[in-house]
């Protein structure tokens, strides 16, 4: 079945530390990627995506996400981690010749001063 | 510019009580819109999407409805609420693959 595992329900972290957030999903074809971070009671705001090309993709606020084809992942990282950056990420994915994003279950990111 | 527009931002509903939640679009036309649902600790579940006037899939059976009178209006709506119809509710729209653009949610809580 087709499926977007976010493997890690909670991280903690120090601020300064470095960051990855894991992402796998189950696809027949490479399919459209994304990841949004949400803040407590609000809506989802995208950081980065990924359709094809260059795989390692920049995105908002120093996120950067790399595709791995062969272990079909799609990670978040974040060289320093900064206090503001504690929130719930979600990874995403749209199938090709859809346009329906199906979620993974979401990552909280705790920082730790 | 592009905006959604979601409200009201929070509502606190007896059981068994209507619910409408509204949600509109600015500055695109004929996008495509959807309506999340997101329970505390759980990640988001698609309720129904729509790509043009009058046209609603539906994911989960429910007893929840949507409906969509106006290219950029998306209305979420139910007769009768249920405890389990508590969550945070989300309203988004795209145009193509390129994105999705989110609401600020709704949070219902049925008492």
């Known amino acids: ?113 | 510019s592009q905006t959604i527009h979601q409200w009201p931002a929070t509502l606190v509903q007896p059981v068994g009580s209507p619910l409408s939640l509204e949600c509109t679009v600015e500055g695109t036309s004929n996008p495509n819109l959807y309506w999340y649902r997101q329970a505390a600790g759980r990640g988001l579940q698609l309720l129904f999407y729509s790509v043009g006037i009058g046209q609603i899939s539906s994911e989960v059976p429910q007893n929840l409805s949507a409906s969509r009178p106006q290219d950029r209006q998306f209305i979420l709506s139910s007769k009768k609420l249920l405890l389990s119809d508590s969550g945070f509710y989300l309203c988004a729209w795209s145009t193509s693959n390129y994105g999705y653009t989110f609401g600020s949610g709704t949070r219902l809580t049925v008492v």
Request: glycine share 10%.
């Open chain 1, 1 to 113: 079945a087709q499926s977007v595992t976010q493997p890690d329900i909670h991280i903690t972290v120090s601020e300064g530390a470095s960051l990855e957030l894991r992402c796998n999903y189950s696809y027949g074809a490479t399919p459209y990627l994304f990841w949004y971070v949400q803040s407590p009671g609000q809506g989802l705001q995208l950081l980065l995506k990924y359709f094809s090309g260059d795989t390692l993709v920049q995105g908002i606020k120093g996120f950067e996400a790399e595709f791995k084809r062969s272990q079909s992942s799609f990670n978040l990282r974040k060289p320093s981690v900064h206090w503001s950056d504690a929130a719930e990420y979600f990874c995403a994915v749209v199938p090709g010749g859809s346009y329906i994003p199906t979620f993974g279950r979401g990552t909280s990111l705790i920082v730790h001063p």
